[in-house]
């Protein structure tokens, strides 16, 4: 397997135009978790699916961000409209069952928003 | 709220010594910690983990030691290697999700 996989790597916006972040996890597990990286606060969990249903979306920051996961196999993270303090590294990370194992990460997307 | 707290935003260390890197966190329902570690431009990933079962597991050259009472867990890496070089997250689950502290950059000098 090739791990999870998150795309774009690198997003630069503009101040209110829609982003939107992907990510595959990997076949088979059944929890996929978004977490935004800051410098000051570090990895936070924005929103956790298990088996493609939302469970846990009280670390969205605003009505701006939403998250979908229409199969297994893929999700996204949408934020409409951006702004300049959404600037930040995200991560989507993909276990094989309870959150209490370990979580498989991807490479990120660092977004810019000007 | 910050639930799991890494007070140390950087570690400095000689190589061959000992690193240790601290966490706290202050919901009592967590039961399993978990340390990442993190290169530049790549996603974390797993190092070590402990039940709260347990108070110590050892890996190779890395230990993670829990002490319950005072909601305190720490990462021992001996001997520390330039390799090790990177920042380390402290993670927390209560079996429902999976929270993270804001890191400890470690480096290890030659």
């Known amino acids: 397997d090739a791990g999870v996989i998150q795309s774009p790597r690198h997003e630069v916006t503009e101040m209110g135009q829609e982003v939107t972040l992907r990510c595959k996890p990997i076949?088979?597990?059944?929890?996929l978790f978004w977490y935004r990286q800051t410098m000051m606060r570090g990895l936070e969990l924005l929103i956790y699916?298990?088996?493609?249903?939302?469970?846990?979306d009280s670390g969205m920051p605003e009505d701006r961000f939403s998250a979908k996961m229409p199969n297994a196999s893929f999700s996204t993270l949408k934020i409409q409209p951006s702004e300049p303090r959404d600037s930040a590294v995200y991560f989507c990370?993909?276990?094989?069952?309870?959150?209490?194992?370990?979580?498989?990460f991807g490479q990120g997307t660092r977004l810019t928003v000007v | 709220d910050q639930q799991v707290k890494q007070n140390s935003p950087s570690l400095s260390v000689q190589e061959g010594r000992i690193s240790i890197l601290n966490c706290d966190y202050t919901?009592?329902?967590?039961?399993?910690f978990l340390w990442y570690k993190k290169y530049p431009a790549e996603g974390p990933t797993f190092l070590i983990s402990?039940?709260?079962?347990?108070d110590k597991n050892e890996d190779g050259r890395f230990t993670v030691f829990l002490n319950k009472s005072a909601k305190h867990l720490s990462l021992h890496i001996v001997p520390s290697q330039p390799g090790d070089s990177a920042v380390y997250f402290c993670a927390a689950s209560d079996g429902n999700d999976m929270r993270f502290g804001a890191g400890t950059r470690l480096t290890v000098k030659p």
């Open positions: 699916f298990n088996n493609n249903v939302p469970i846990d």
């Open positions: 990370a993909s276990s094989l069952t309870s959150p209490n194992t370990e979580a498989f």
């Open positions: 076949s088979g597990h059944d929890y």
């Open positions: 919901n009592s329902m967590f039961d399993y």
């Open positions: 402990i039940s709260s079962i347990k």
